[in-house]
Every structure is written in C-alpha cells, then in structure tokens.
C-alpha cells in the first residue's frame, strides 16, 4: 500500500463515516466533494478561489489531459499541480468513462481500448499500463485503475461481462502501477445493479488489494432510486478500513443520501456547470437566475451565505449579467454553487462526527421542500 497514504475514521452515526485521508500534499476532510478540474482547470475559477470554497482535493481528467495538451508536456513542465498551479491533492479518473461515451469512435478488446479522438479524429490506444503511465506521469495522488463501465440499459449477461474485463484490468492496473511512494491507487467495482455482480467484482478487487475502492458504473441513467438500492449493500462489500468513492454524483441529494449509506468521496461536474447556465444550488433547491422574477430583486442569492456572490451582489445583478451573458455571470454562480457543496460537506461531517446525521437530513430535505423565497 503506498507510502504516506492512511485513511483515519474519526466518527461513525449509522452507515455514514467521517474521517481523514492523509496525503503528502494535505489531508482530505470525509466525506469530500471534488470539484472536477477536467482540462487542467475548474471552469470559471481561479485555483485559489476554489481552495476558499473548503475543498480539500480536485478531479482531473486522464482522456482529455492525454489528448490535450499531454501528459507527456505537462510531466515536462513539472507535473499537473505545477501546471495548474493546485498544490493540494488532485485525483485522476482513468479515461474509461470518457472512451465509454466515445461510442462507435472505439473499439473495446482485452488488451484495451482503440478510439478516435474527439477533437481531431487522431487515433489511440488506451491500456492499463498506458493509463497507469499517463496518471503517473501527470504526478496523480490518487489513480484510479483503468475499468470498463457499460451504458446503460444493458443485460446482466452484458454488465457481468463487463465488469469481470474490468476486474482483469484491475490486476494489469495494479502490476502497471508498482510501488509509488506518496501515490495511491484505488480500485473500481463494477456489476451495475446487481447484488451478486457486486459482491463478486469486490472480492476480486479486495484479493488484489488497493489502497481504496470507488463504486463505478451509477449515476450512468440508472436513476436515483436504484442507485440508492445499490449503496445500501455495496459499500458494506468494501473493506471498512479504507475510502470509498462515488464516482460521477451528483445533485446535493444524491450526496446527502450516499454519505448516509456510507460513502467517503464524491465528484461531480454539476456546480460548475450548473453555475455557466444561470442555475445556483441553494439550501431551498435550485434557482434559475434567468427567471424574469429575479430582475427587480435586490436581496442576496442566500441569506447567510459567504461567497462573493452573496455577500456583494444582488440577485438582480446576478439576473442581469446571466441575461447578457457577462463572464462575471459564470464566475459568480459557480463559485456559489462550490462553496454551497463544501458547506454542505462540512455539516455532513458535523453531522456525523455529533451524532445528529438523522436531525441534519430531516432538515435538509425539509428547506428543500419549502423552495424558493419569492420576492415581497
């Protein structure tokens, strides 16, 4: 297990868990919410203005790193944190989701996956040992094992297939991977919606051994529903002892409702994107500044909140400059919405950590449910 990498479980209330993952570059406070830094970058933000939202730890994005502007440049400018200058922790993804969503622009085999790039039709071959060489040379905390999610809907037949190709890549992965003191690589369950494809794919990762273990293939159309059915059993497969991560969620819910079953570490584009289209996540739900009934309302997005949005602007300005498509619209809304998910996760922790976890969802869903203030 590498080098520097511990996982420390402080308190427990139910399923849920809060803790400490130490890394050489920082500790990452659990349950996390990274913001995703797909190309190098979390669109509409500085670095140090997404650190003042209280996260602890990025996503980057192996495909689209690999094909722009290349790990092999980046390596050579000094690794991805120097590059994008974050000198807190950065997890990749292992481009597996993103050759999935190529569709007929790849081929799937044994050995790995052959596609076309998007951006100019090139053509590549991505492995677990490639995959495993282009993190590292990215300078990734946390890598993430190269696996195969299948689209959804598909067969059992279909997914178990699947999911047992991805097991035997999480073997090369590991072999590829080697010793890397102060690095980490988490393994990824597959087996969908199935509870024996489940259990089966994290016996096997368990027998192979990771330093933590991520529950793939959700958030892929299944619906909240069955997603939630999943996390009621599957975290439960995974070593207690070590972080386990929802890749791809979500909306504030899908997040409420997986730490409460169990999960340590999260990802999602939605603030980011939410916040380039006029949408702002809030205690009372979602707001669309772009409705006409935020023009003439001179009140903060969120009363209490402390982002610069809140603090210095009016939802009117705020309707005004997404109406005119200014690129302070963009700016403002999304450092909104990412410092709405860190204050969320820190009183998911307080939650936890005091015993209260029930009391803080109650209330959670209860503001939700009242929706937004109207203006007087």
């Not at 511990?6 to 913001?35: K, Q, Y």
Request: charged letters at 20%.
């Amino acid at each position: 297990m590498a080098t520097g990498f511990g996982f420390t479980i402080s308190a427990t209330n139910g399923a849920a868990r809060t803790g400490v993952i130490s890394t050489p570059r920082g500790a990452i406070r659990t349950p996390a919410f990274m913001p995703v830094g797909t190309a190098a970058t979390v669109k509409a933000m500085l670095p140090e203005s997404v650190a003042a939202t209280g996260a602890d730890i990025l996503l980057g994005n192996t495909y689209h790193l690999m094909l722009r502007p290349t790990a092999e440049r980046i390596a050579a400018l000094g690794g991805l944190h120097r590059f994008m200058n974050w000198q807190k922790p950065i997890l990749t993804d292992s481009g597996g989701f993103q050759v999935m969503s190529l569709g007929p622009l790849r081929k799937l085999t044994e050995e790995g996956v052959r596609f076309a790039s998007h951006l100019d039709g090139s053509k590549h071959m991505l492995t677990p040992e490639r995959s495993m060489e282009i993190q590292m040379l990215l300078g990734s905390d946390i890598v993430m094992c190269f696996d195969e999610c299948p689209a959804l809907p598909a067969t059992e037949a279909e997914v178990a297939k699947s999911m047992r190709l991805s097991m035997r890549w999480a073997e090369r992965s590991r072999a590829a991977f080697g010793d890397r003191p102060g690095h980490a690589l988490f393994g990824i369950m597959q087996g969908g919606v199935t509870r024996e494809l489940r259990e089966e794919s994290a016996e096997a990762l368990k027998a192979i051994g990771f330093d933590g273990y991520a529950v793939g293939g959700l958030a892929v159309g299944e619906g909240q529903e069955a997603m939630f059915s999943v996390l009621d059993y599957a975290p439960g497969f995974l070593p207690q002892d070590k972080p386990r991560y929802l890749m791809g969620v979500g909306k504030p819910d899908d997040i409420v409702g997986a730490v409460e079953r169990g999960i340590d570490m999260m990802d999602c584009v939605l603030p980011s994107r939410s916040g380039r289209t006029g949408q702002a996540w809030t205690e009372r739900g979602q707001v669309n500044l772009r409705n006409a009934r935020h023009k003439d309302d001179p009140r903060p997005l969120e009363d209490g909140c402390q982002c610069p949005a809140c603090r210095s602007y009016s939802r009117a300005y705020l309707h005004h400059v997404v109406k005119a498509d200014e690129i302070i619209g963009s700016m403002l809304l999304t450092w909104h919405n990412l410092h709405y998910y860190q204050v969320l996760m820190q009183g998911l922790r307080d939650a936890v950590a005091g015993g209260r976890l029930a009391a803080f969802v109650a209330g959670f869903h209860a503001k939700r449910a009242a929706g937004d203030i109207e203006p007087r």
